[in-house]
């Protein structure tokens, strides 16, 4: 079993920032692969940030790349965000995934994988 909870989710404005984390336990073996998602309404699911565990290595969608940085601490337990320069169709509700051994970099890969409850963000303009 794998427990995750997002958290830092809130209002800005169009330019500034946010900071999401998300708390992970449960077994590694279904850790391997941590990934940051999105969803906003009417809109399908989006992958922002992939993340390789073990070796830390990270992915990012076009759509976040030099605004946005994943990164886990030295426990590898939380994963975090840092969302700078946000603009509002950043705005969604945002999720923390985890996946056992697979692609991590494929957003496929989290589809029956273990997901957290998301944190709202709203980006306004």
């Known amino acids: 079993q794998v427990h995750l909870a997002e958290s830092g989710g809130g209002s800005v404005q169009a330019g500034g920032s946010l900071r999401l984390s998300c708390a992970a336990s449960?077994?590694?073996?279904?850790?391997?692969?941590m990934g940051w998602f999105r969803q906003a309404p009417g809109k399908e699911r989006e992958g922002v940030a992939y993340?390789?565990?073990?070796?830390?290595?990270?992915y990012y969608a076009d759509s976040v790349k030099g605004r946005f940085t994943a990164s886990q601490d030295n426990a590898k337990s939380t994963l975090s965000l840092q969302m700078n320069n946000l603009k509002p169709e950043d705005t969604a509700m945002y999720y923390c995934a985890a996946s056992r051994p697979s692609a991590c970099f494929q957003t496929g890969t989290y589809a029956s994988g273990a997901w957290g409850q998301g944190t709202l963000v709203t980006v306004s303009s």
């Open positions: 993340i390789y565990r073990e070796t830390g290595s990270i």
């Open positions: 449960g077994d590694t073996y279904y850790r391997y692969c």
